[in-house]
């Protein structure tokens, strides 16, 4: 799909991040696909995908606009999604129509700096790339790189970003007023509540993971508020 149409296609709407960890109960490609199919069949106009395999998997059978990434470990780096060029080429080799990789400031693995990344990746045709950021200061340098869209995914998982339990409000208001590209809101959207508030503060897209598809998370949310409150 043509940049334009794909952005047009998801705007306004909901991408379901369909995601599963070893160590969780629903880890496993034909899971995230089942994930996806639901996701798909209940108005979501994306998916956001881990891995190259999961990616691959879901791509094969769900016909939405698909956000790739890897999240990988590397020793002395707190970077992990797609964080070297390795993982972004994977991910579009995988079929991702979008790659979402970790656009904050902090050093990369490899040595390797995102600007190159970027510039390297744009080399592919018809990949669109997604910045990860976690501050205003990071969405404008990723916008200056070379990048699509702006995504409010790492604020609250960076050091130096806020801490808080709810989705970034200022973040996204301040990106959407000052950025030229996209602005994703992504990040701890609890509620239908919180999704509209994303749309109002000025997000193009709402990416929304755990408050779906994953069922511990929402269960232990339940658990800990009759705990505070019973």
Known sequence: MEKHSLLEAVK???????????????????????????????????????????????????????VGLWKRDYEGSDVYITPTLEEVEAVWRAGADIIALDATMRPRPKGETLKEIVSEIKKRAGVLLMADISTV??????????????????????PYSPQQEGPDFT?????????????????RIHTREDAIECFRSGAHTVVI??????????????????????
């Open 12 to 66: 306004g709407g909901i991408i379901v991040s369909c995601q599963a960890l070893p160590d969780e109960p629903l880890f496993g490609s034909e899971m995230m696909v089942r994930m996806a199919l639901a996701a798909e069949a209940g108005g979501a106009v994306g998916i956001r995908a881990n891995t190259p395999v999961d990616i691959a998997a879901i791509k094969s059978r769900v016909k939405l606009p698909l």
């Open 137 to 158: 200061e990071e969405g404008l340098h990723a916008q200056e790189a070379g990048f699509d869209i702006l995504s409010t995914t790492m604020s609250g998982y960076t």
């Open 171 to 187: 973040l996204i208001r301040e990106m959407a007023a000052r950025a030229d590209i996209p602005v994703f809101a992504e990040g």
């Open 209 to 230: 993971g755990g408050a779906i598809t994953r069922p511990q998370q929402i269960t232990k949310r339940f658990v800990d508020f009759v705990r505070i409150h019973v």
